[in-house]
């Protein structure tokens, strides 16, 4: 094995609190009472939960070791990109947790609230101003959420106009949640499949657009990580036929300050702040999809809406043809100011120079990958390249096989078999923070996890041997759920 990044050293074994309990152990002590006791009525006491009994060096050793057994964006390369975890500047996190923003209650009047308010309000006007669009809310939680909300606005447009439409077009680059979105919004989803390029023609489009035809809904870039240069022309043709245009805007990260949406003829989009903007979320969230559009389907959007009246700010529920409201109270707050403070520190020329690194750097993975791994879609990528393991299937070593291979030499794995549309997919995005240096030790190891493919496959098979536990049943493990403290 050759020099690895990684290390076994000073990972240690870690029993549940429960189980380093010991009866009498304290980690705390409370200041001496100055008030009296008062006695609870036995009526409204019962039984005191099973908490462990621990020093504080007992609970901080815990915490601590229990995250070296993760490996995390702080700790190196996250080839998962954007879509799970890129570096975010850690002075997005500090201005987020300000006194001011963590303390304010949700049901303060507006009054008390014009600061946070102003801020929500101006961070609706930076996300139509970089995406071209004419209206922004902020509710939607996530980017499921928001697409659900964009077919939403769609499907009542389409009802105020007295039409009634039954299908939706899918193209097969889509991003999974793409046609459960359309289908909780009774639309028929339509699959489209991709040209010889990995990218739509419109000639596929005006095969199967109708009058029965809601919209298109295009991830662009695709999750093959190729740029949809055909939208302008697909658009005119939806738009022919009476259609809309929803734009998954997931990949905005190699986007920002390059292409407007609005302006090729996009007439919704939902963008994730947690992906592109400067918030954590690997494990789950909280997320932020705040959704844009163009002037028509304004009158539609959530409410409330963020309005201001001289220099005030208010809630607005004057809305009688919105969708109605889809968040309690406004979006996840938390997540909106660290995307206010990205944007604001970063100004437009660093928001676009952020998405050429991230291409940039795609492309640099890409042309030094080729020749270790198969490349199904020979061109230029956007921010994240998609290989195979064809080249590696003959020795029987799969995609699953080189992902856990990775965590041996120090790197998380990418994303694997996705998208569906390539059969044992390998994306490798690596953002736009990832050195020269670190790039060229991903090439250098995966390089040499070919050649083992090649000369001894089962150490593949039977990878990962250096991490805190081994391959794991992943199927059983999703099927019978453990969980624990």
């Not at 409204?44 to 601590?64: F, I, N, Q, W």
Request: hydrophobic share 35%.
């Amino acid at each position: 094995m050759p020099e690895s990044i990684g290390t076994t050293g000073l990972i240690f074994n870690e029993p549940l609190l429960w189980e380093k309990s010991s009866r009498g152990r304290c980690g705390f002590s409370l200041p001496a009472n100055d008030t009296g006791d008062y006695p609870v009525d036995p009526g409204l006491a019962g039984e005191a939960p099973d908490m462990p009994e621990l020093s504080e060096c007992d609970v901080v050793r815990h915490y601590t070791r229990l995250s070296q057994w993760n490996f995390g964006v702080d700790s190196g390369m996250y080839p998962l990109g954007s879509c799970t975890m890129k570096y975010n500047p850690k002075l997005n996190e500090r201005q987020a947790n300000l006194p001011g923003f963590t303390g304010a209650h949700p049901l303060l009047p507006p009054g008390l609230s014009q600061g946070l308010l102003r801020l929500m309000y101006d961070m609706e006007r930076f996300l139509a101003e970089i995406n071209g669009m004419d209206a922004v809310s902020l509710q939607p939680a996530a980017g499921a959420h928001g697409e659900l909300t964009g077919v939403m606005l769609i499907n009542a447009c389409h009802k105020s106009r007295g039409e009634h439409r039954t299908k939706f077009i899918v193209p097969d680059t889509a991003h999974g949640t793409n046609p459960a979105s359309i289908a909780l919004c009774g639309f028929k989803p339509v699959a489209l499949a991709s040209g010889e390029k990995g990218i739509l023609t419109p000639e596929s489009v005006k095969a199967i657009m109708d009058e029965d035809v809601a919209g298109i809904m295009v991830t662009n870039p695709n999750t093959l990580g190729l740029f949809e240069e055909n939208i302008r022309e697909i658009a005119e043709i939806v738009h022919a036929k009476g259609g809309q245009v929803y734009c998954d805007g997931a990949n905005l990260n190699a986007l920002m300050g390059i292409v407007r949406m609005g302006e090729i003829g996009v007439d919704v989009m939902h963008v994730n702040l947690h992906k592109t903007f400067s918030s954590p979320h690997g494990g789950g969230g909280p997320g932020s999809g705040p959704v844009c559009v163009k002037k028509h389907l304004e009158p539609f959007l959530p409410v409330p809406r963020i309005e201001k009246n001289g220099d005030a700010y208010a809630f607005s529920y004057d809305h009688p043809r919105s969708v109605g409201k889809l968040h309690a109270f406004y979006g996840n707050v938390g997540v909106i100011i660290r995307a206010y403070s990205y944007i604001l520190s970063m100004g437009p020329e660093n928001l676009r120079k952020a998405s050429q690194l991230a291409v940039l750097n795609a492309n640099y993975l890409k042309e030094n990958l080729r020749g270790i791994f198969h490349l199904p879609y020979d061109r230029p990528c956007m921010h994240e390249c998609v290989f195979s393991d064809r080249k590696q299937e003959k020795n029987g070593v799969s995609t699953l096989d080189i992902a856990k291979r990775l965590i041996d030499y120090g790197f998380h794995p990418p994303t694997i078999y996705f998208p569906l549309v390539v059969k044992g997919a390998l994306m490798i995005e690596p953002t736009e923070t990832e050195s020269k240096e670190t790039l060229d030790a991903f090439v250098e190891i995966c390089t040499v996890i070919a050649r083992e493919a090649e000369e001894n496959p089962e150490l593949l098979h039977e990878a990962p041997t250096r991490s805190k536990v081994r391959r794991l049943d992943e199927v059983f493990a999703a099927r019978n759920l453990c969980l624990k403290g």
